[in-house]
């Protein structure tokens, strides 16, 4: 499963931090080791949704009846914000026992086997999964695995439909090594690797009866994917290219700040230089109103220029100022996973750029998310809370993470595309990862449609692989990413 920075201001001085749950009461060392962490982590995650969700004021009878003792992983769960009939509106917002597994996921640097997939039917009671990529040096491609191959047992185990997720997470997800089976036969062992999942798959230049198109597939907004994303702009525009087709089909979001900084190689170099508006964040009503007298902006300007600290401490200074394309066009492929920070950039070079999207409907994910760690709640908190429960507070939630939505994203105008199911396609196409083609590919489903718009004549198409299927028709893909894909993350400074 693959995964923006945003600086938002220091909420601390402001007083929005409430220390305590309602009702909540624990006396150290005469309670169990399960109820003094119960208690700091319901009172992290309680105090951090009361002060900052988006959806803080809907969600106030739900937080009335929030206990110390509650399991906090589902509380949370049953706290987000949902409409009359009960289901979710807020299908994002979650609370982790391992915020560096899921920070490690959205930097791209994670244990991995190295690829990715969706689900597809195998029988009547079995998923097989899809291989959709896989990531260079991962131990996946170097166990010859390739976009198509369909695997249909994991450590010997069919895929259940009926307990599809509670299987791939405990045979593939979280595991440390896995054994595939093909539907040819074949096995494939794999072991985990931590690596940099480097989201920049492929690009390549088209000549199209004499225009250049570009072609960038881009899996996830990380903040190191910078640097090859310069090189590959650069590239581009000494090649004379004037339209692009940016391929995010498999790409769930990531940094914020990874999308601005993309941005700005994209929309009209002088927009950049002007400082225009690309985006604005809508939070809830007491945010707004006490960003509105404390002054604080709430857009995002275009800039060539970036320095930031990421999580983790690393420092990022580097320019994009030679690096615009200069393009008048903007192809961009989608699928339902294209979610989140993709979906914002979408918006946000609407305004700018001639946008046409190939592909199908976008997953609708329209709220930027705050990763808050718990460790960093005790950290600051500084209202009525003894310096010992401090301690104790950042001791039991040091690997606790809360991915609460935090604000609505909007274009410079305000208008948020993707809501509240996403972006229609102006040229409606399935992936079919089992066509044969690699990614790149001009004969690739989905990149042979985009590449007909833009004038390309396409050579005959050469066989497939056949051992990829035995199917006659392209298969259904389900998501099989769960919960919790799509992100797109704002950290404070």
Same mark, same amino acid.
């Given at each position: 499963?693959?995964?923006?920075?945003?600086?938002?201001?220091?909420?601390?001085?402001?007083?929005?931090?409430?220390?305590?749950?309602?009702?909540?009461?624990?006396?150290?060392?005469?309670?169990?080791?399960? +109820?003094?962490?119960?208690?700091?982590?319901?009172?992290?995650?309680?105090?951090?949704?009361?002060?900052?969700?988006?959806?803080?004021?809907?969600?106030?009878?739900?937080?009335?009846?929030?206990?110390?003792?509650?399991?906090?992983?589902?509380?949370?769960?049953?706290?987000?914000?949902?409409?009359? +009939?009960?289901?979710?509106?807020?299908?994002?917002?979650?609370?982790?026992?391992?915020?560096?597994?899921?920070?490690?996921?959205?930097?791209?640097?994670?244990?991995?086997?190295?690829?990715?997939?969706?689900?597809?039917?195998?029988?009547?009671?079995?998923?097989?999964?899809?291989?959709?990529?896989?990531?260079?040096?991962?131990?996946?491609?170097?166990?010859?695995?390739?976009?198509?191959?369909?695997?249909?047992?994991?450590?010997?185990?069919?895929?259940?439909?009926?307990?599809?997720?509670?299987?791939?997470?405990?045979?593939?997800?979280?595991?440390?090594?896995?054994?595939?089976?093909?539907?040819?036969?074949?096995?494939?062992?794999?072991?985990?690797?931590?690596?940099?999942?480097?989201?920049?798959?492929?690009?390549?230049?088209?000549?199209?009866?004499?225009?250049?198109?570009?072609?960038?597939?881009?899996?996830?907004?990380?903040?190191?994917?910078?640097?090859?994303?310069?090189?590959?702009?650069?590239?581009?525009?000494?090649?004379?290219?004037?339209?692009?087709?940016?391929?995010?089909?498999?790409?769930?979001?990531?940094? +914020?700040?990874?999308?601005?900084?993309?941005?700005?190689?994209?929309?009209?170099?002088?927009?950049?230089?002007? &400082?225009?508006?690309?985006?604005?964040?809508?939070?809830?009503?007491?945010?707004?109103?006490?960003?509105?007298?404390? &002054?604080?902006?709430?857009?995002?300007?275009?800039?060539?220029?970036?320095?930031?600290?990421?999580?983790?401490?690393?420092?990022?200074?580097?320019?994009?100022?030679?690096?615009?394309?200069?393009?008048?066009?903007?192809?961009?492929?989608?699928?339902?996973?294209?979610?989140?920070?993709?979906?914002?950039?979408?918006?946000?070079?609407?305004?700018?750029?001639?946008?046409?999207?190939?592909?199908?409907?976008?997953?609708?994910?329209?709220?930027?998310?705050?990763?808050?760690?718990?460790?960093?709640?005790?950290?600051?908190?500084?209202?009525?809370?003894?310096?010992?429960?401090? +301690?104790?507070?950042?001791?039991?939630?040091?690997?606790? &993470?809360?991915?609460?939505?935090?604000?609505?994203?909007?274009?410079?105008?305000?208008?948020?595309?993707?809501?509240?199911?996403?972006?229609?396609?102006?040229?409606?196409?399935?992936?079919?990862?089992?066509?044969?083609?690699?990614?790149?590919?001009?004969?690739?489903?989905?990149?042979?449609?985009?590449?007909?718009?833009?004038?390309?004549?396409?050579?005959?198409?050469?066989?497939?692989?056949?051992?990829?299927?035995?199917?006659?028709?392209?298969?259904?893909?389900?998501?099989?990413? &769960?919960?919790?894909?799509?992100?797109?993350?704002?950290?404070?400074?």
């Amino acid at each position: 499963m693959r995964r923006t920075w945003t600086i938002i201001p220091a909420l601390v001085s402001l007083g929005l931090f409430f220390t305590g749950c309602e009702e909540s009461s624990l006396s150290p060392g005469r309670e169990t080791e399960q +109820a003094k962490l119960y208690h700091y982590v319901n009172t992290f995650a309680f105090n951090s949704l009361r002060a900052y969700y988006l959806w803080n004021e809907e969600i106030e009878g739900a937080l009335k009846n929030w206990k110390d003792a509650d399991e906090p992983i589902g509380k949370v769960k049953e706290v987000r914000y949902k409409d009359s +009939a009960g289901n979710d509106i807020d299908r994002w917002t979650l609370l982790t026992d391992d915020y560096a597994s899921f920070y490690g996921n959205a930097s791209g640097i994670e244990k991995t086997y190295g690829f990715d997939f969706l689900g597809t039917l195998y029988d009547n009671d079995h998923y097989a999964l899809v291989v959709t990529y896989t990531y260079a040096g991962s131990p996946a491609e170097e166990a010859g695995l390739k976009r198509g191959d369909l695997i249909v047992q994991l450590n010997g185990k069919l895929i259940p439909i009926d307990n599809v997720n509670a299987v791939v997470n405990q045979e593939l997800r979280h595991s440390e090594s896995v054994t595939l089976t093909l539907n040819s036969g074949e096995t494939v062992p794999l072991t985990v690797r931590e690596m940099y999942e480097d989201p920049v798959l492929f690009s390549r230049i088209f000549d199209c009866g004499g225009k250049k198109v570009g072609y960038l597939h881009y899996t996830s907004f990380t903040l190191d994917s910078y640097r090859e994303l310069i090189d590959i702009s650069k590239t581009f525009r000494a090649a004379g290219v004037s339209e692009l087709i940016l391929d995010l089909r498999y790409n769930q979001g990531g940094f +914020a700040i990874a999308e601005e900084f993309l941005a700005s190689m994209l929309v009209p170099e002088e927009e950049v230089l002007a &400082g225009s508006i690309l985006s604005t964040n809508i939070y809830n009503s007491r945010l707004t109103e006490l960003y509105a007298q404390q &002054g604080t902006d709430t857009n995002t300007y275009l800039q060539n220029s970036f320095r930031f600290t990421s999580p983790d401490k690393k420092v990022y200074d580097f320019s994009t100022a030679d690096a615009n394309m200069g393009i008048s066009k903007l192809y961009v492929i989608v699928s339902n996973i294209t979610a989140s920070a993709s979906e914002s950039l979408i918006g946000d070079l609407i305004p700018y750029l001639d946008v046409t999207l190939v592909g199908r409907q976008t997953h609708g994910k329209y709220c930027t998310g705050w990763m808050r760690q718990g460790s960093a709640f005790y950290n600051t908190v500084t209202e009525t809370m003894s310096d010992e429960e401090k +301690a104790e507070g950042k001791k039991y939630t040091e690997n606790w &993470g809360l991915y609460m939505m935090l604000a609505r994203f909007a274009d410079k105008n305000g208008v948020t595309h993707c809501m509240p199911d996403g972006i229609q396609p102006d040229y409606p196409v399935r992936d079919n990862p089992t066509d044969g083609y690699a990614l790149g590919n001009p004969n690739e489903t989905m990149l042979a449609k985009t590449l007909s718009l833009c004038g390309y004549k396409s050579t005959a198409p050469t066989a497939g692989r056949a051992s990829v299927s035995d199917r006659t028709t392209e298969p259904e893909l389900i998501d099989l990413h &769960g919960e919790g894909s799509g992100l797109r993350i704002m950290l404070p400074e």
